[in-house]
Each structure stands twice: as structure tokens, then as C-alpha cells.
């Protein structure tokens, strides 16, 4: 519930860069997608690109473009940035980009131009970064995986968003999300969750995070075929082959921090 509340104010102020700390599978991609849309910028284009799944070599003309003659066959081609012009750019794993590309990257930031490669006349952009790392911001710079200057840019804004396990109070609102998005694809009524599948969710140790708790009520709604009631039996059975979950404590809010000045 905190988050939805840093959401609704991170989404007003669509001109201030965010940088999302959390494991992998806490939801950060989900909270991108609830900042812009809840923005201003929301009918404008989110792009997102994750710089750990694109090789070093090509990530730089995916981000800026090319022109027609930067290399041996190139048309003019435009870039996630341009694409994004006036929206959202989310990018994901940013500790994962090369750092002289980090360096270029900063220079797009501060000056809100961008210059395809084989071009020599830079293009105005109008766009909202978020980016996103499963590590805490000090540590990637400490790692050497993020340049500082980068990060003090980047991190105008800090949203820690922490385990699923420190938050089982999302669980029963991430369950019920979950539920009507998978019975829309598959077709079907949305079936009620039986109160002991709620208290079960609730209690139970998500290594996974919000991922696994996603692709566990996935799962189960396969299971349940056209029946109307999805109960602890349509759940995988990993989940229910483990020890018996605890009892959460209190959860831990997520932060929100402007960095130090």
C-alpha cells in the first residue's frame, strides 16, 4: 500500500528521473508500468530495454540510433530515445551497461540531446528515465559497475522497494491482480481464491518474489480448468511440498529518499 501511496507522487512529478532498487522479482518492471501510467506522460510511449540482455556492441545504437552509412549496410534507424520522445525510457539493469556508455549516457541526460551514430547534428528529446538495479546504488558504485556522476544523476529519486516477504500484507492485492489478468487471457470467469489459499499466500516463503507469486497463481488457474473456486489443491505442488510457512512479522515499508546532497 505504501508503494501504490509513492506511486500516485512519484507519477505527478514526470519530469524528476527515478532509480528503482530491488531482489529480482520484487515488481520494479510493475511500479514502471504504474508511473507512467499514472502520469502525465500516459499517453505517450513507455519504452523499456534491459542492458543486460543486449550485447555491449549494439546496446549504444539501440539506445541513439544510426543514420544511413555509420556502418556497412545501416538505414536510418532511430533509437530507443527518440522512440521514447516526450514519454517514459525504463532501463533495466542499468549496472549492466558498459561504463564508457554509461559516460555517454550522462552526456544525453544533462543535455537532453542525443547523437546517432553516423550523425553529426545532435536531436532534442524530451524524456522521463527510470532505471532499475537488484542492488543497492552504493554497492554499484563501490563494485564499479555504476559511475558515480552517472548515479547522482540517475537517483534524483530512490524507490527501495523491499522482499515479498517483508510486504505479505501486497500478497491477497497482488494475488487478486493476478487472478484477472491470467482468467482475461485464458478466456475465462475470475474465479474466487477459497480464504485458506489467501492465508496459505499470505504465509508462504516467496524466494521468488512477486515473479513467483505471478507465475504460481498462473499456474494454478490452469489447474482449475472451468471450475469457480481455486483452493490450495490447484496450487504447484513445490509450493505446498515445502515446510510450513511462517508467520510474517509486521512488513518492512518500502523507501523513498532523495540522495545526499
Known sequence: RRICRNVEILAQNDNVDLLICGETGTGKGVVVNAIHDSSPRRETPLVKINCGAIPDTL??????????????GAENRKGLFQEADGGT?????????????????????????????GSTQPIAVDVRIVSSSNCPPDELVRNGELRPDLLYRLNTVTLAIPPLNQRPDDIP????????KYSRVLGRPVPQMAQETILFLSNCRWHGNVRELEHAIEAALNVLGEGSVLSLEHLPAYLTMREPPEIHQKNTEPTLSLPET
Do not use: C, H, W
Not at 525510457?89 to 561504463?99: G, R
Open 59 to 72: 546496446l549504444e545504437s539501440e539506445l541513439f540510433g544510426y543514420e544511413k552509412g555509420a556502418f556497412t
Open 173 to 180: 492485492l497482488l494475488s487478486e491482480y493476478f487472478l484477472y
Open 89 to 117: 525510457l525504463y532501463l533495466d539493469e542499468i549496472n549492466s551497461m558498459p561504463l564508457n556508455l554509461q559516460a555517454k549516457l550522462l552526456r544525453v541526460l544533462q543535455e537532453k540531446q542525443v547523437m546517432p551514430l
